[in-house]
C-alpha cells in the first residue's frame, strides 16, 4: 500500500526559503522507474506541476519556477525534499507531493494529504 | 509552458451524461497520448481517474471514460450521479519530463 504525507512550516515570511518533506512508504525510490513529484494549489485555484524526481536522481522543474527550485531525495528515509527560495504571498498554496506510476508512465497515482503553506509577514 | 484551458462548469442531471474538454497543443495534449484525469472533492487530494488517456486505474466505475483527438482530450462521465459533483483536473505531459494541468473544471450534479 503506497502512503505519501507532507510535512513543513505552515507559515512562512516573504524573501525566505520553504522546505518541505513528502515522507513516503510502500514503493521504494531506489527502485527503476519510480518517481516523486510535487504539486501545488493556491486556494480555489488550478493545480500547478512543480518538480519530479526519478529513482536514477534525474530531476525536472516547472520552467517557469526552475530558478527557485530543489529536489532531492533520501533513499535510506524514504523521503524526498522539495525547496523554495525568495517565498512570496503568490506562493500561499497547498504543496502535494504524488507518486510517479511507473516507468513508461506519465501519471501520479497517489498523492500525499496535501500541506498547506501560507506566505505572510 | 501555459495552463490546458477547460471550461469552467459544467452542469447535469443525475442519469445524464456530461463532457469535459482539456485543450492543450501538439508540445503537450496533442504530442503525447499521456493525458490524465483527476477528480477533487472539496478539502481533498485530487484523486487520479483516467491516465493514458482512456485508461481506468482499478476501482473507477465505468461510467468515467476519456478520449483524445488532435490537441484536444475529453472526460465523459456517464449516468451521473451525486457523488460526480467535484472539481476535474487534467494534466497532459509535455516533453521532457515535464507535466502541465489544466485550468479545473467543476461539475455540478443539478
Known amino acids: 500500500q503506497i502512503t505519501l504525507k507532507e510535512s513543513g512550516p505552515t507559515l512562512v515570511k516573504p524573501t525566505q526559503t520553504l522546505t518541505l518533506t513528502c515522507t513516503f512508504s510502500?514503493?521504494?525510490?531506489?527502485?527503476?522507474?519510480?518517481?516523486v513529484g510535487w504539486i501545488r494549489q493556491p486556494p480555489g485555484k488550478a493545480l500547478e506541476w512543480l518538480a519530479l524526481?526519478?529513482?536514477?536522481?534525474?530531476?525536472r522543474y516547472s520552467p517557469s519556477l526552475k530558478s527557485r527550485l530543489t529536489i532531492t531525495k533520501d533513499t535510506s528515509k524514504n523521503q524526498v525534499v522539495l525547496t523554495m527560495t525568495n517565498m512570496d504571498p503568490v506562493d500561499t498554496a497547498t504543496y502535494y507531493c504524488?507518486?510517479?506510476?511507473?516507468?513508461?508512465?506519465?501519471?501520479?497515482?497517489?498523492w500525499g494529504q496535501g500541506t498547506l503553506v501560507t506566505v505572510s509577514s | 509552458q501555459s495552463a490546458l484551458t477547460q471550461p469552467r462548469s459544467v452542469s447535469g442531471s443525475p442519469g445524464q451524461s456530461v463532457t469535459i474538454s482539456c485543450t492543450g497543443t501538439?508540445?503537450?495534449?496533442?504530442?503525447?497520448?499521456?493525458v490524465s484525469w483527476y477528480q477533487q472533492h472539496p478539502g481533498k487530494a485530487p484523486k487520479l481517474m483516467i491516465y493514458?488517456?482512456?485508461k481506468r486505474p482499478s476501482g473507477v466505475p465505468d461510467r468515467f471514460s476519456g478520449s483524445k483527438s488532435g490537441n484536444t482530450a475529453s472526460l465523459t462521465i456517464s449516468g451521473l450521479q451525486a457523488e460526480d459533483e467535484a472539481d476535474y483536473y487534467c494534466?497532459?505531459?509535455?516533453?521532457?519530463?515535464?507535466f502541465g494541468f489544466g485550468t479545473g473544471t467543476k461539475v455540478t450534479v443539478l
Open positions: 524526481i526519478y529513482w536514477n536522481d534525474d530531476k
Open positions: 501538439s508540445s503537450d495534449v496533442g504530442g503525447y497520448n499521456y
Open positions: 510502500g514503493f521504494s525510490l531506489s527502485t527503476s522507474g519510480v518517481g
Open positions: 504524488a507518486h510517479l506510476l511507473g516507468s513508461g508512465y506519465y501519471t501520479f497515482d497517489y
Open positions: 493514458d488517456v482512456s
Open positions: 494534466c497532459s505531459y509535455a516533453g521532457s519530463y515535464t
